[in-house]
């Protein structure tokens, strides 16, 4: 066979015949030996130099032959020698000197003959003329082959010489050619022999003496070269590194290049016969050769005979073929071998050639194997390449034409070849056909039918194509085509790619006369298995354009079917071009559904098996996208076989099984199941899988209110991804964002929900852009905590453990699962969900809930009703997969959505309601595994810790709690021991959150565990973010008196002690602060802020909220104080004084909070009588003159008015924590009458003594309330105030300063539907669990004519509504802003402005929510809402059927069903999360106004001091009290009191405390004006007005104590000694502060603690 041909190598530096130009004849080229001479042509070589044309080629110069092995040839003569001999020479003897030479050459020995040879060499070249044959005849014996080398080479040497005599007659010529030609010749002397022979033809221009003998000797000779040639490169081929050329080669080369010659000149001397037999010689070199430079030399031969004679007959086909091929395989010798073809084309023989080619094409064999008829296949392709030239050749050049008939019967014969090389050849050919290189259809086919064109081409695109070709570029360049790739076959791509490219341009350019569309279109439509997209999409559009898949056309099942499987079912293809598809197949499907009726049916159910039949294997997700698309739209219409079909199909590539296993059932990974993780992920980085569970979801939703039958279905496949372990997660994932937000309403009809309340939780587990930001943050700050982390990305192992012993019980209610570890799933550390997520769902779900669907009916077994097409949606499947993924373990993913989205769904009790089994199950595993810490951790990767796992549990645990009424006694105790473990844990907060809840709703079981809980809690009131909650909590607690009623003494004491213990803490970090405040300034705290859900980001290690969280401890204090029983008050009242003024170094520590605790305490510790007020008939019309006398006593004012003739008088003593008024009568014993000593009469006694009842009012005092003997510290004694205009205004401003702390909270009603601003604030009426909840909430109290402060409601005229509720305590008092209460005219207040003024304006409104839609924050535009707290029923209902739920209650009793409402506190952006129910908590009705009045409560208290953080301290209403008594004694007592400076907030504002006595503030003092002791007063409040400030005494301070030890706090907790002197915690904590706290030393804190303890009095 033909092969590659190695590349030519120069050798000695003689170029190989390689390099010759073929057909280019030039005389006279030869280059002469050295050592011989040039001699000048002439004669017949000028003749032949005219028929060639005169055109001179360059030529290499013949190669050297290679020095002989042994010679004794003398060095040649010095003497310089002519290089042209002078034809005139006469010369015939030899001289001397030769002659004994000749002598020696003829009858010496054989050395002696070689040296005779040698010298006679040279002789002969100088005198040409000597007797020539005498020479010959004796040295032509040397040359035989019997003879030495050494020898033989002197004699072809000397013989070689004597050639060259141009003198020499025809005989002699004939006799060197004999000798010469001789076959006695060595064959290692050929290059010897040619030379020779090269010599004495003058390079074949002189064959005189031998015409006829030349041409069969060169002929013998070509074939034993080239036997002697291969032999020669098999043994050169073990070489290694570059080939070199033989001896051998080089003579074969120089013997073609004597052939050319010959032919060039005496080609007339060759017989036919002959010249036969020397092409057969060539033609058979070329089958054989493997080289190249033989390829080019036999053309070069060919050629010759072509320009200088003509190719013998019956030797035209088989020449013709040769060089066809070599034409076609060669592509290194393509130019010659075209060269070659070409001069026959246009010689006589052209018709014959293309006749040739043709027949070739013709007469093969049909089908021809390319392994049986490799020489056939070789035709062929050379023919195809050969007549493709042709083409594109015009017969003005001397081409002869092709007939087109027969061309394409030729190809359609040979392309039915199985050889795609020769499928690439005609296809080569055919595009040559259709495109010239320049864009022009050849003229031989234009005016033609193309469809045998086309039909030949489609059956070469039936060969095995590669996929490559739909996808290449058609416009891009290609690659030059190489003999490997053509050898290969994969040059066919690029053939047809053109050829499809050209035909689609064809059609693309829309000419007026192009007939042949149609016919480029069905050869599209046949090739459509190979057409790149651009085609396809072109072939679409020309389906659509002609309806071509209609019912209407013949074959448009065809046509349907070669959308189908050959474009959309393609996977090789573009999505683009596949989904272009897909629409067609659509819109087919849409016409035979509106033409069902002239269809078969099973038609219709076919196509869509069809398109379902390539899903299993898509690896397109686009294109997968698109086709379920359709398929959930074909879902909804389908019936009930064709829906299975669909879904078991969708099933395939979710979960690669085939039998779905009962949903209810334990959800194990199945051993038939294979991983899909390998599968292609598409745009976006999702799932096959993920793209067909979102169809599953689509079909969900739509079949909600279509059919419950589907529905139910989708529901338990969708359950089934949810727990297939194997499954991809992203595809899981998708099925829980249904499934999570699945809701009932109060009628169990099911609905989903669009807003899930969880960011918070997501927060927790970085599950926020903001959080999530937050954590890289963090990690980048801390790469040697990053170096930690397994670079797997597997969780840890767990911490801790407990195993379940025998001893143990197992839950009781529902089945029983194994307990063992959850499995830890490695986590990859990928980030497939986060929140918000407003594409969780793919369509927006209804607003209504679906008539079909229901969560719980009576006797629901889960399928669809026969006598409605109602359904169950069992939930207890659901919860069951859940359960099984708590107990198997999950992928990290998997679990955390679960973990934050459970809590939600678990708020909604109608969807569970036929799965209590479960949750009661649910229940308990969540209990256990917080009791055994055997939950799933999370991974290092994560960031997470196991306490963020747990807060996650306990809010799921915090939603379970309102299914208590499924849950036994000990179920419920459970719950609460769970809640108790996790207090001593980072979930503190969380815990004592949902032990808040318990308090409500499962009384017994925290009574239960009330003392473990309080124990407990003493132990992590110190810890950060705990304090506040943990207080929180026991303010709840104390007013739930059934909770503590069999409290012992010690159990008080634990209360009290939590609290004293905070106190110390607070107290022990403010001496530490005060100890290093010369060396740092310590930081202040910060402060947890929830604007948004990513509070968490703000958080700090130090304690938060200071004043509120300090002011709540005394709360605390007071109330549990209260909540004593009255006859053991007495036993607490030591203990506790001491704690309250005793400092952790045991020093007095005399604190504003301290004192006014104290004060409320000596009022309540016999009597739970509230203030009295004095009586408004005691006056001088009903007991004649009154005198009145005001007096400062300790903490107090006394007021006593005296009526100077009755004896009545009014004791008023004004506390700090309230007011005390009593009406006393004095019943003297008579005296008896008595004259005076001197006998004057009874007016001189006047004024000193009387009988009778005339009394002063110091009397009075001086009897009941003045000590005796007076104290030595005169700041004790009893202060007079003097009977003036100041002192009365002092006293009405006291009076003004409420005895309890005052609140305004407003209460919204939100209609159903309802979120319009106005709309909501024209509400005059709500529902009726709303009125159930007001009437909880406070006393509905008449506003006209009431003495108390109504929070700027009207109390004269009516216009803020006729009644409002109240409630009051005896600390706080809380006027609730009901707007329905409120009267509404919208004709004259049409945007409700009389409304918006309160609500507007109150730190805290309630939110009853009844629209079924989210409340906004926004809804009410207002810089002063600071927190909504926001009721929503749960689950959601009508108005009308509120009404009916209601009524139904009312008529069962106490055996209804209790509603239950989710709560939730919305904070304004910024505000610090301050609730339990930050986190949604669901209560129920009966807890609800309890509940919410607690938090409105403390949120109101926190936001008095919020608002005021910018201007100044927050001071309450008894704290201002007690500083205005302590002004009142500085400026009439004579002295500066002991208290001086004393009287402060303790710890400072913005710090630890500071922050109020009571809870509230009605006061606002400024830091800047508070020089005194108690600190200055603002104009608002000032008590004594300018007269007392002007009338200040300059007395210098005594102190009743010897060692005062004084210390500044006011860089208690400060964060920088150079803070901005502007800003607000600046300027309360600058360090110039006067002193503001009185220390005592240890041994004045008894003495204190002494004074104080009034239960030592009684």
Same mark, same amino acid.
């Given at each position: 066979?033909?092969?590659?041909?190695?590349?030519?190598?120069?050798?000695?530096?003689?170029?190989?015949?390689?390099?010759?130009?073929?057909?280019?004849?030039?005389?006279?080229?030869?280059?002469?030996?050295?050592?011989?001479?040039?001699?000048?042509?002439?004669?017949?070589?000028?003749?032949?130099?005219?028929?060639?044309?005169?055109?001179?080629?360059?030529?290499?110069?013949?190669?050297?032959?290679?020095?002989?092995?042994?010679?004794?040839?003398?060095?040649?003569?010095?003497?310089?020698?002519?290089?042209?001999?002078?034809?005139?020479?006469?010369?015939?003897?030899?001289?001397?000197?030769?002659?004994?030479?000749?002598?020696?050459?003829?009858?010496?020995?054989?050395?002696?003959?070689?040296?005779?040879?040698?010298?006679?060499?040279?002789?002969?070249?100088?005198?040409?003329?000597?007797?020539?044959?005498?020479?010959?005849?004796?040295?032509?014996?040397?040359?035989?082959?019997?003879?030495?080398?050494?020898?033989?080479?002197?004699?072809?040497?000397?013989?070689?010489?004597?050639?060259?005599?141009?003198?020499?007659?025809?005989?002699?010529?004939?006799?060197?050619?004999?000798?010469?030609?001789?076959?006695?010749?060595? #064959?290692?002397?050929?290059?010897?022999?040619?030379?020779?022979?090269?010599?004495?033809?003058?390079?074949?221009?002189?064959?005189?003496?031998?015409?006829?003998?030349?041409?069969? +000797?060169?002929?013998?000779?070509?074939?034993?070269?080239?036997?002697?040639?291969?032999?020669?490169?098999?043994?050169?081929?073990?070489?290694?590194?570059?080939?070199?050329?033989?001896?051998?080669?080089?003579?074969?080369?120089?013997?073609?290049?004597?052939?050319?010659?010959?032919?060039?000149?005496?080609?007339?001397?060759?017989?036919?016969?002959?010249?036969?037999?020397?092409?057969?010689?060539?033609?058979?070199?070329?089958?054989?050769?493997?080289?190249?430079?033989?390829?080019?030399?036999?053309?070069?031969?060919?050629?010759? %005979?072509?320009?200088? *004679?003509?190719?013998?007959?019956?030797?035209?086909?088989?020449?013709?073929?040769?060089?066809?091929?070599?034409?076609?395989?060669?592509?290194?010798?393509?130019?010659?071998?075209?060269?070659?073809?070409?001069?026959?084309?246009?010689?006589?023989?052209?018709?014959?050639?293309?006749?040739?080619?043709?027949?070739?094409?013709?007469?093969?064999?049909?089908?021809?194997?390319?392994?049986?008829?490799?020489?056939?296949?070789?035709?062929?392709?050379?023919?195809?390449?050969?007549?493709?030239? +042709?083409?594109?050749?015009?017969?003005?050049?001397?081409?002869?034409?092709?007939?087109?008939?027969?061309?394409?019967?030729?190809?359609? /014969?040979?392309?039915?070849?199985?050889?795609?090389?020769? !499928?690439?050849?005609?296809?080569? @050919?055919?595009?040559?056909?259709?495109?010239?290189?320049?864009?022009?259809?050849?003229?031989?086919?234009?005016?033609?039918?193309?469809?045998?064109?086309?039909?030949?081409?489609?059956?070469?695109?039936?060969?095995?194509?590669?996929?490559?070709?739909?996808?290449?570029?058609?416009?891009?360049?290609?690659?030059?085509?190489?003999?490997?790739?053509?050898?290969?076959?994969?040059?066919?791509?690029?053939?047809?790619?053109?050829?499809?490219?050209?035909?689609?341009?064809?059609?693309?350019?829309?000419?007026?006369?192009?007939?042949?569309?149609?016919?480029?279109?069905?050869?599209?439509?046949?090739?459509?298995?190979?057409?790149?997209?651009?085609?396809?999409?072109?072939?679409?559009?020309?389906?659509?354009?002609?309806?071509?898949?209609?019912?209407?056309?013949?074959?448009?099942?065809?046509?349907?079917?070669?959308?189908?499987?050959?474009?959309? @079912?393609?996977?090789?293809?573009?999505?683009?071009?596949?989904?272009?598809?897909?629409? %067609?197949?659509?819109?087919?499907?849409?016409?035979?559904?509106?033409?069902?009726?002239?269809?078969?049916?099973?038609?219709?159910?076919?196509?869509?098996?069809?398109?379902?039949?390539?899903?299993?294997?898509?690896?397109?997700?686009?294109?997968?996208?698109?086709?379920?698309?359709?398929?959930?739209?074909?879902?909804?219409?389908?019936?009930?076989?064709?829906?299975?079909?669909?879904?078991?199909?969708?099933?395939?590539?979710?979960?690669?099984?085939?039998?779905?296993?009962?949903?209810?059932?334990?959800?194990?990974?199945? &051993?038939?199941?294979?991983?899909?993780?390998?599968?292609?992920?598409?745009?976006?980085?999702?799932?096959? #899988? /993920?793209?067909?569970?979102?169809?599953?979801?689509?079909?969900?939703?739509?079949?909600?209110?279509?059919?419950?039958?589907?529905?139910?279905?989708?529901?338990?496949?969708?359950?089934?991804?949810?727990?297939?372990?194997?499954?991809?997660?992203?595809?899981?994932?998708?099925?829980?964002?249904?499934?999570?937000?699945?809701?009932?309403?109060?009628?169990?009809?099911?609905?989903?929900?669009?807003?899930?309340?969880?960011?918070?939780?997501?927060?927790?587990?970085?599950?926020?852009?903001?959080?999530?930001?937050?954590?890289?943050?963090?990690?980048?700050?801390?790469?040697?905590?990053?170096?930690?982390?397994?670079? &797997?990305?597997?969780?840890?192992?767990?911490?801790?453990?407990?195993?379940?012993?025998?001893?143990?019980?197992?839950?009781?209610?529902?089945?029983?699962?194994?307990?063992?570890?959850?499995?830890?799933?490695?986590?990859?550390?990928?980030?497939?969900?986060?929140?918000?997520?407003?594409?969780?769902?793919?369509?927006?779900?209804?607003?209504?809930?679906?008539?079909?669907?229901?969560?719980?009916?009576?006797?629901?077994?889960?399928?669809?009703?026969?006598?409605?097409?109602?359904?169950?949606?069992?939930?207890?499947?659901?919860?069951?997969?859940?359960?099984?993924?708590?107990?198997?373990?999950?992928?990290?993913?998997?679990?955390?959505?679960?973990?934050?989205?459970?809590?939600?769904?678990?708020?909604?009790?109608?969807?569970?309601?036929?799965?209590?089994?479960?949750?009661?199950?649910?229940?308990?595993?969540?209990?256990?595994?917080?009791?055994?810490?055997?939950?799933?951790?999370?991974?290092?990767?994560?960031?997470?810790?196991?306490?963020?796992?747990?807060?996650?549990?306990?809010?799921?645990?915090?939603?379970?709690?309102?299914?208590?009424?499924?849950?036994?006694?000990?179920?419920?105790?459970?719950?609460?021991?769970?809640? @108790?473990?996790?207090?001593?844990?980072?979930?503190?907060?969380?815990?004592?959150? *949902?032990?808040?809840?318990?308090?409500?709703?499962?009384?017994?079981?925290?009574?239960?565990?009330?003392?473990?809980?309080?124990?407990?809690?003493?132990?992590?009131?110190?810890?950060?973010?705990?304090?506040?909650?943990?207080?929180?909590?026991?303010?709840?607690?104390?007013?739930?008196?059934?909770?503590?009623?069999?409290?012992?003494?010690?159990?008080?004491?634990?209360?009290?002690?939590?609290?004293?213990?905070?106190?110390?803490?607070?107290?022990?970090?403010?001496?530490?602060?005060?100890?290093?405040?010369?060396?740092?300034?310590?930081?202040?705290?910060?402060?947890?802020?929830?604007?948004?859900?990513?509070?968490?980001?703000?958080?700090?290690?130090?304690?938060?909220?200071?004043?509120?969280?300090?002011?709540?401890?005394?709360?605390?204090?007071?109330?549990?104080? @209260?909540?004593?029983?009255?006859?053991?008050?007495?036993?607490?009242?030591?203990?506790?004084?001491?704690?309250?003024?005793?400092?952790?170094?045991?020093?007095?520590?005399?604190?504003?909070?301290?004192?006014?605790?104290?004060?409320?305490?000596?009022?309540?510790?016999?009597?739970?009588?509230?203030?009295?007020?004095?009586?408004?008939?005691?006056?001088?019309?009903?007991? *004649?003159?009154?005198?009145?006398?005001?007096?400062?006593?300790?903490?107090?004012?006394?007021?006593?008015?005296?009526?100077?003739?009755?004896?009545?008088?009014?004791?008023?003593?004004?506390?700090?924590?309230?007011?005390? &008024?009593?009406?006393?009568?004095?019943?003297?014993?008579?005296?008896?009458?008595?004259?005076?000593?001197?006998?004057?009469?009874?007016?001189?006694?006047?004024?000193?003594?009387?009988?009778?009842?005339?009394?002063?009012?110091?009397?009075?005092?001086?009897?009941?309330?003045?000590?005796?003997?007076?104290?030595?510290?005169?700041?004790?004694?009893?202060?007079?105030?003097?009977?003036?205009?100041?002192?009365?205004?002092?006293?009405?401003?006291?009076?003004?300063? !409420?005895?309890?702390?005052?609140?305004?909270?407003?209460?919204?009603?939100?209609?159903?539907?309802?979120?319009?601003?106005?709309?909501?604030?024209?509400?005059?009426?709500?529902?009726?669990?709303?009125?159930?909840?007001?009437?909880?909430?406070?006393?509905?109290?008449?506003?006209?004519?009431?003495?108390?402060?109504?929070?700027?409601?009207?109390?004269?005229?009516?216009?803020?509504?006729?009644?409002?509720?109240?409630?009051?305590?005896?600390?706080?008092?809380?006027?609730?802003?009901?707007?329905?209460?409120?009267?509404?005219?919208?004709?004259?207040?049409?945007?409700?402005?009389?409304?918006?003024?309160?609500?507007?304006?109150?730190?805290?409104?309630?939110?009853?929510?009844?629209?079924?839609?989210?409340?906004?924050?926004?809804?009410?535009?207002?810089?002063?809402?600071?927190?909504?707290?926001?009721?929503?029923?749960?689950?959601?209902?009508?108005?009308?059927?509120?009404?009916?739920?209601?009524?139904?209650?009312?008529?069962?009793?106490?055996?209804?069903?209790?509603?239950?409402?989710?709560?939730?506190? %919305?904070?304004? #952006?910024?505000?610090?999360?301050?609730?339990?129910?930050?986190?949604?908590?669901?209560?129920?009705?009966?807890?609800?106004?309890?509940?919410?009045?607690?938090?409105?409560?403390?949120?109101?208290?926190?936001?008095?001091?919020?608002?005021?953080?910018?201007?100044?301290?927050?001071?309450?209403?008894?704290?201002?009290?007690?500083?205005?008594?302590?002004?009142?004694?500085?400026?009439?007592?004579?002295?500066?009191?002991?208290?001086?400076?004393?009287?402060?907030?303790?710890?400072? #504002?913005?710090?630890?405390?500071?922050?109020?006595?009571?809870?509230?503030?009605?006061?606002?003092?400024?830091?800047?004006?508070?020089?005194?002791?108690?600190?200055?007063?603002?104009?608002?409040?000032?008590?004594?007005?300018?007269?007392?400030?002007?009338?200040?005494?300059?007395?210098?301070?005594?102190?009743?104590?010897?060692?005062?030890?004084?210390?500044?706090?006011?860089?208690?907790?400060?964060? /920088?000694?150079?803070?901005?002197?502007?800003?607000?915690?600046?300027?309360?904590?600058?360090?110039?502060?006067?002193?503001?706290?009185? %220390?005592?030393?240890?041994?004045?804190?008894?003495?204190?603690?002494?004074?104080?303890?009034?239960?030592?009095?009684?």
């Amino acid at each position: 066979m033909l092969r590659r041909l190695a590349s030519v190598r120069h050798t000695n530096g003689h170029r190989t015949p390689d390099d010759q130009e073929p057909m280019s004849p030039s005389p006279g080229d030869d280059v002469s030996h050295p050592e011989t001479t040039k001699s000048a042509s002439g004669g017949l070589a000028s003749v032949f130099k005219g028929l060639a044309g005169g055109k001179l080629t360059k030529l290499p110069p013949p190669l050297q032959p290679p020095m002989a092995t042994i010679t004794t040839v003398a060095s040649q003569p010095s003497r310089d020698r002519s290089d042209v001999l002078p034809v005139t020479s006469v010369l015939r003897g030899l001289p001397q000197e030769h002659m004994e030479h000749f002598a020696r050459l003829k009858t010496g020995q054989l050395n002696d003959r070689i040296a005779g040879a040698n010298a006679l060499r040279y002789a002969i070249t100088d005198y040409p003329l000597n007797p020539i044959m005498e020479v010959w005849n004796a040295a032509k014996d040397l040359i035989d082959g019997d003879n030495p080398e050494n020898a033989r080479v002197a004699g072809w040497r000397l013989l070689t010489e004597c050639v060259k005599n141009t003198s020499a007659t025809d005989f002699e010529r004939r006799e060197y050619f004999r000798t010469l030609a001789a076959p006695t010749a060595h #064959p290692d002397d050929f290059h010897l022999q040619l030379e020779a022979l090269e010599h004495l033809t003058n390079s074949g221009r002189n064959v005189a003496g031998f015409y006829y003998d030349i041409f069969p +000797l060169l002929t013998v000779w070509l074939a034993n070269t080239f036997d002697a040639a291969r032999l020669a490169r098999r043994a050169n081929k073990s070489t290694k590194g570059k080939n070199i050329a033989t001896l051998e080669d080089q003579s074969f080369a120089r013997l073609f290049s004597l052939i050319r010659d010959v032919i060039k000149f005496n080609f007339k001397y060759a017989s036919d016969a002959v010249v036969g037999r020397l092409m057969d010689n060539l033609l058979e070199i070329c089958n054989k050769t493997s080289q190249q430079d033989d390829l080019a030399a036999c053309i070069s031969v060919i050629d010759a %005979m072509v320009t200088f *004679g003509s190719i013998p007959n019956g030797k035209l086909k088989a020449c013709i073929q040769v060089l066809s091929s070599i034409h076609c395989l060669v592509p290194g010798r393509q130019k010659e071998a075209w060269h070659t073809l070409s001069n026959i084309c246009r010689s006589h023989h052209g018709q014959s050639t293309v006749r040739i080619l043709l027949d070739v094409l013709r007469n093969a064999p049909p089908a021809p194997d390319k392994e049986k008829d490799r020489d056939v296949i070789r035709d062929i392709r050379g023919a195809l390449t050969v007549l493709k030239k +042709l083409l594109g050749k015009s017969a003005e050049k001397g081409y002869p034409g092709v007939p087109l008939a027969l061309l394409v019967d030729g190809l359609a /014969n040979v392309c039915t070849s199985s050889s795609s090389r020769v !499928s690439t050849e005609i296809l080569r @050919l055919i595009n040559s056909l259709f495109d010239d290189g320049d864009g022009i259809i050849n003229p031989l086919i234009a005016e033609e039918h193309w469809s045998p064109l086309f039909s030949v081409a489609a059956q070469c695109a039936a060969k095995n194509v590669p996929a490559a070709l739909k996808d290449a570029d058609p416009s891009a360049q290609q690659p030059t085509v190489t003999k490997d790739e053509s050898e290969s076959g994969d040059n066919i791509n690029h053939q047809l790619r053109t050829f499809i490219n050209r035909v689609e341009k064809l059609l693309t350019e829309e000419k007026p006369d192009f007939f042949q569309r149609d016919e480029c279109m069905r050869f599209l439509a046949e090739v459509h298995h190979v057409l790149p997209d651009s085609a396809a999409a072109l072939l679409l559009d020309h389906f659509k354009e002609f309806r071509s898949c209609y019912p209407s056309e013949v074959d448009w099942k065809k046509n349907l079917e070669l959308v189908l499987e050959g474009i959309y @079912l393609d996977r090789g293809r573009s999505a683009p071009t596949r989904i272009q598809a897909l629409a %067609m197949v659509i819109e087919i499907y849409d016409f035979l559904c509106l033409v069902r009726d002239l269809v078969e049916e099973e038609s219709i159910f076919d196509l869509v098996k069809r398109l379902l039949s390539g899903m299993s294997v898509e690896t397109d997700a686009v294109v997968l996208q698109e086709t379920v698309t359709f398929m959930v739209r074909v879902a909804e219409t389908a019936g009930a076989e064709q829906f299975d079909f669909i879904l078991d199909t969708f099933k395939n590539i979710v979960c690669k099984e085939v039998d779905e296993p009962n949903p209810s059932t334990s959800v194990q990974k199945p &051993s038939g199941a294979q991983p899909i993780s390998d599968q292609p992920i598409a745009v976006g980085g999702q799932s096959l #899988p /993920n793209v067909v569970t979102k169809g599953y979801v689509r079909i969900f939703m739509r079949s909600m209110d279509t059919d419950a039958a589907k529905a139910v279905k989708t529901f338990n496949a969708l359950i089934y991804i949810a727990g297939f372990a194997t499954c991809e997660t992203d595809a899981r994932l998708t099925a829980m964002k249904l499934l999570f937000r699945l809701r009932a309403d109060f009628e169990y009809r099911v609905y989903l929900t669009s807003h899930v309340k969880n960011e918070s939780i997501a927060a927790t587990l970085y599950r926020t852009d903001a959080s999530f930001a937050r954590k890289a943050a963090e990690d980048a700050a801390h790469p040697p905590r990053l170096a930690r982390l397994d670079q &797997s990305g597997s969780p840890r192992p767990p911490i801790r453990g407990a195993s379940y012993t025998p001893g143990q019980t197992v839950e009781k209610s529902g089945p029983i699962r194994p307990s063992q570890q959850p499995r830890q799933i490695p986590y990859q550390g990928q980030r497939l969900w986060c929140l918000p997520d407003p594409e969780a769902l793919p369509e927006s779900p209804r607003s209504t809930p679906s008539h079909l669907l229901f969560s719980y009916t009576e006797g629901a077994d889960g399928e669809a009703s026969t006598e409605a097409s109602n359904a169950v949606l069992k939930m207890s499947s659901w919860l069951n997969t859940l359960l099984n993924i708590f107990h198997q373990g999950s992928d990290w993913e998997i679990y955390s959505f679960i973990l934050a989205h459970l809590p939600a769904q678990l708020s909604d009790h109608p969807i569970f309601q036929d799965a209590i089994p479960q949750l009661q199950e649910l229940r308990g595993h969540i209990c256990e595994v917080i009791r055994t810490s055997r939950f799933q951790e999370p991974p290092l990767v994560s960031g997470l810790r196991r306490p963020d796992v747990a807060n996650c549990l306990f809010h799921s645990l915090t939603m379970i709690v309102s299914y208590h009424q499924h849950f036994q006694k000990l179920d419920e105790d459970e719950i609460v021991r769970a809640f @108790l473990h996790g207090i001593a844990d980072k979930t503190a907060k969380t815990c004592i959150h *949902g032990l808040s809840i318990c308090c409500y709703e499962l009384p017994l079981s925290v009574s239960k565990s009330l003392d473990m809980i309080l124990t407990r809690m003493s132990q992590v009131i110190t810890q950060p973010f705990v304090a506040m909650h943990l207080l929180e909590f026991l303010a709840c607690l104390s007013r739930l008196p059934a909770l503590y009623s069999n409290f012992r003494d010690e159990d008080y004491r634990v209360v009290f002690g939590i609290c004293f213990r905070y106190l110390q803490y607070v107290r022990d970090k403010k001496h530490h602060a005060r100890s290093t405040t010369h060396m740092s300034e310590p930081s202040t705290p910060n402060i947890v802020v929830s604007g948004s859900p990513d509070f968490l980001a703000l958080q700090a290690i130090t304690d938060d909220l200071p004043q509120y969280v300090y002011a709540l401890a005394y709360h605390v204090i007071t109330f549990w104080f @209260l909540a004593v029983k009255m006859p053991d008050r007495l036993g607490h009242i030591s203990w506790i004084a001491k704690n309250l003024f005793t400092d952790v170094d045991g020093s007095a520590s005399n604190e504003e909070q301290a004192q006014i605790t104290l004060d409320f305490m000596q009022r309540v510790a016999f009597s739970d009588a509230s203030d009295s007020a004095h009586d408004p008939l005691f006056n001088k019309e009903n007991f *004649g003159e009154i005198q009145q006398k005001r007096w400062i006593i300790g903490n107090s004012i006394v007021t006593v008015k005296q009526a100077k003739e009755s004896g009545w008088a009014e004791i008023t003593r004004r506390y700090p924590s309230g007011t005390s &008024s009593y009406a006393v009568r004095v019943d003297f014993t008579p005296m008896i009458a008595q004259r005076t000593a001197d006998g004057s009469d009874d007016a001189a006694w006047d004024g000193r003594f009387q009988m009778g009842t005339t009394l002063l009012p110091s009397h009075v005092f001086l009897q009941l309330l003045a000590p005796m003997p007076q104290i030595s510290d005169p700041a004790a004694r009893p202060v007079p105030l003097p009977d003036e205009e100041a002192i009365d205004r002092a006293i009405r401003l006291f009076d003004r300063n !409420s005895a309890v702390d005052g609140h305004k909270v407003g209460v919204i009603y939100i209609g159903e539907g309802q979120t319009d601003e106005v709309e909501i604030l024209a509400n005059t009426i709500g529902g009726p669990d709303y009125h159930e909840f007001l009437d909880g909430l406070g006393v509905l109290t008449r506003l006209k004519g009431v003495n108390f402060n109504t929070q700027g409601l009207d109390r004269e005229y009516g216009t803020d509504g006729e009644y409002t509720y109240c409630w009051r305590d005896r600390v706080s008092e809380i006027i609730f802003h009901v707007i329905t209460q409120m009267p509404t005219d919208l004709e004259r207040d049409p945007r409700c402005t009389a409304k918006k003024r309160h609500i507007g304006n109150d730190f805290v409104n309630i939110v009853f929510n009844d629209s079924g839609l989210p409340f906004k924050f926004d809804t009410f535009p207002s810089q002063f809402n600071y927190v909504y707290i926001v009721i929503t029923p749960t689950p959601r209902h009508s108005f009308a059927s509120a009404r009916l739920k209601a009524k139904q209650r009312e008529e069962a009793g106490r055996k209804a069903e209790t509603p239950f409402y989710m709560v939730q506190v %919305m904070s304004q #952006p910024g505000f610090p999360e301050i609730s339990p129910a930050a986190e949604p908590k669901v209560v129920s009705l009966t807890a609800l106004p309890t509940f919410v009045r607690l938090l409105a409560l403390n949120a109101s208290v926190f936001s008095q001091i919020w608002a005021t953080r910018e201007v100044g301290e927050h001071v309450s209403s008894w704290r201002n009290r007690l500083r205005e008594i302590n002004r009142l004694r500085e400026r009439y007592g004579g002295i500066k009191s002991a208290q001086q400076g004393q009287p402060n907030p303790s710890p400072p #504002p913005n710090m630890l405390g500071g922050g109020g006595g009571g809870l509230g503030s009605s006061v606002v003092t400024s830091p800047l004006a508070s020089g005194g002791p108690g600190g200055g007063i603002t104009q608002q409040s000032g008590l004594l007005g300018q007269d007392i400030g002007a009338s200040r005494p300059v007395n210098a301070v005594r102190d009743s104590l010897t060692s005062l030890r004084r210390s500044s706090v006011a860089t208690f907790f400060t964060n /920088n000694s150079a803070a901005d002197p502007t800003s607000h915690r600046s300027s309360m904590l600058s360090t110039t502060t006067a002193d503001t706290e009185v %220390m005592f030393p240890a041994h004045g804190a008894d003495a204190l603690i002494e004074s104080v303890d009034f239960s030592k009095w009684i």
